[in-house]
């Protein structure tokens, strides 16, 4: 069963930054798409970041544009999120999902197909 962990989570202030990672020990993420979504509190889940397996697409919640930038080591067997210019509203909990699928409508950083989440990273821009 392919496990997904996060890591990189943190308090930070507004216009700071932060990388996630999301790591599968054991498991070749390459042959997977990874999916980066975020859960503020009292709010639905939503897509933030899209990769496909071999990191020749990517897409990006209008919110996030410019600001975010989702890359992958396939021999680290890691993908990241580069979050700058954070804003409060980018507080929340970030999960990294993998599908076996690039499914994702353009512009809206939501994967769809994920079959596998991690547990998520709380991320907390405040001053």
């Known amino acids: 069963q392919l496990q997904l962990v996060e890591s990189g989570g943190g308090l930070v202030q507004p216009g700071g930054s932060l990388r996630l990672s999301c790591a599968a020990p054991g498991f070749a993420l390459e042959y997977y798409a990874i999916g980066w979504f975020r859960q503020a509190p009292g709010k639905e889940r939503e897509g933030v970041s899209c990769i496909s397996s071999y990191g020749s697409s990517t897409d990006y919640a209008d919110s996030v544009k410019g600001r975010f930038t989702i890359s992958r080591d396939n021999a680290r067997n890691t993908v990241y999120l580069q979050m700058n210019s954070l804003k409060p509203e980018d507080t929340g909990v970030y999960y990294c999902?993998?599908?076996?699928?690039?499914?994702?409508?353009?512009?809206?950083?939501?994967?769809?197909?994920?079959?596998?989440w991690g547990k998520g990273t709380l991320v907390t821009v405040s001053s």
């Open positions: 999902a993998a599908g076996q699928n690039y499914r994702v409508v353009s512009g809206t950083g939501n994967c769809g197909g994920m079959d596998y």
